[in-house]
Nanobody, 125 residues
Framework: QLQASGGGLVQAGSSLRLSCAVS????????MGWFRQGPGKEREFVAA????????SYADSVKGRFTISRDSAKNTVYLQMNSLKPEDTAVYYC????????????????????WGQGTLVTVSS
């Protein structure tokens, strides 16, 4: 029900835009989040957005470089990634909970119920 796309191989300093389309949903979307898992690393929070209000939250490591947004008409959430660094290399996942979760919980992966398949972003130096 979550289809992530847009990953690829880019050079440091480049930009990419990831997309996550929500389809066939039978639940209300409250929050959409992006997480990533780099090689040999644990999955970590990147950004999240309140679907109705547009309120956003970012990990410190991407603040000022990444922007999360949504297109309600297309049921799609985006992650615009600018000034990419080699340490941004990871598989990026979109996710959504089936119930409302408070902002302080947005960065906790276990609060999310549905996950996309992931899209690989590789940033070369």
């Amino acid at each position: 029900q979550l289809q992530a796309s847009g990953g690829g191989l880019v050079q440091a300093g480049s930009s990419l835009r990831l997309s996550c389309a929500v389809s066939g949903r039978t639940f209300r979307v409250y929050v959409m989040g992006w997480f990533r898992q780099g090689p040999g690393k644990e999955r970590e929070f990147v950004a999240a957005l309140n679907w109705s209000s547009g309120t956003t939250s970012y990990a410190d490591s991407v603040k000022g470089r990444f922007t999360i947004s949504r297109d309600s008409a297309k049921n799609t959430v985006y992650l615009q990634m600018n000034s990419l660094k080699p340490e941004d290399t990871a598989v990026y996942y979109c996710a959504t909970p089936t119930r409302y979760i408070i902002l302080s919980s947005w960065s906790t992966s276990r609060m999310y119920d549905y996950w996309g398949q992931g899209t690989l972003v590789t940033v070369s130096s």
